[in-house]
């Protein structure tokens, strides 16, 4: 069955810090993967996709980066946090047997920038 | 702008009442899609409709859509206190090549015991 895994569930860091999410999907192979950003009571802002291995399109200006090493990979980085940076972090993916466009997501991660 | 847009940002009901959730959005869609999240989870699909469908069921949810009136509907019936979550509608543009979908803000729904 198809799995996603996120990690950490929570993260406090400083501002200026540097900052590694990381997404693996079980299950699927060459899935599309997303990032997405959720401020609090808020919907979701995609930040990243990817369409396979080193392939990364940026949405939005802003400054985090994302990287796809391994087919089933996906992480999300910072070289430097900003407290606007805080929020809930979700990855999903859309695989080649999950239906046309439907997503399936990851558990999250809460991060706060203090 | 955001392409998704909800109605009610909030709804209270009593258990057993029926909730009804809409979604407006601006362009063309190829689908449009609900999902569901728990607070401090991550998001759930729930249902999937094309922009040639007009209705869908699926248990206790009805999801219509208009695209005359860019325009969706969910509808809960018999509601339970397990079903109090917020509810997103996602909008697909384009080609599913890169999948992208497009959120509105989201319902939160309370079902009240």
């Known amino acids: 069955s198809q799995t996603i895994h996120q990690w950490p569930a929570t993260l406090v860091q400083p501002v200026g810090s540097p900052l590694s999410l990381e997404c693996t999907v079980e299950?699927?192979?060459?899935?599309?993967l997303y990032w997405y950003r959720q401020a609090a009571g808020r919907g979701l802002q995609l930040l990243f996709y990817?369409?396979?291995?080193?392939?990364i399109s940026s949405e939005v200006p802003q400054n985090l980066s994302a990287s796809r090493p391994q087919d089933r990979q996906f992480i999300l980085s910072s070289k430097k946090l900003l407290l606007s940076d805080s929020g809930f972090y979700l990855c999903?993916?859309?695989?080649?047997?999950?239906?046309?466009?439907?997503?399936?997501f990851g558990p999250g991660t809460r991060l706060t920038v203090l | 702008s955001q392409q998704g847009e909800e109605d009610p940002q909030a709804l209270s009901i009593q258990e057993g009442e029926n909730a009804t959730m809409n979604c407006s959005y601006k362009?063309?869609?190829?689908?449009l899609q609900w999902y569901r999240q728990n607070s401090g989870r991550g998001l759930v699909h729930l249902i999937l409709?094309?922009?040639?469908?007009r209705e869908k069921h699926s248990g206790r949810l009805r999801v219509t859509l208009d695209t005359s009136k860019k325009s969706s509907s969910l509808l809960i019936t018999a509601s339970r206190a397990a079903d109090t979550a917020s509810y997103f509608c996602?909008?697909?543009?384009?080609?599913?090549?890169?999948?992208?979908?497009?959120f509105g803000q989201g319902t939160t729904l309370q079902v009240k015991p």
């Open positions: 999903a993916f859309k695989g080649g047997t999950a239906g046309y466009n439907e997503q399936f």
């Open positions: 299950g699927t192979s060459n899935p599309n």
């Open positions: 990817s369409v396979g291995i080193g392939q």
């Open positions: 362009t063309s869609i190829n689908n």
């Open positions: 409709i094309r922009s040639n469908e």
């Open positions: 996602a909008t697909a543009l384009g080609s599913s090549n890169t999948g992208k979908l497009i």
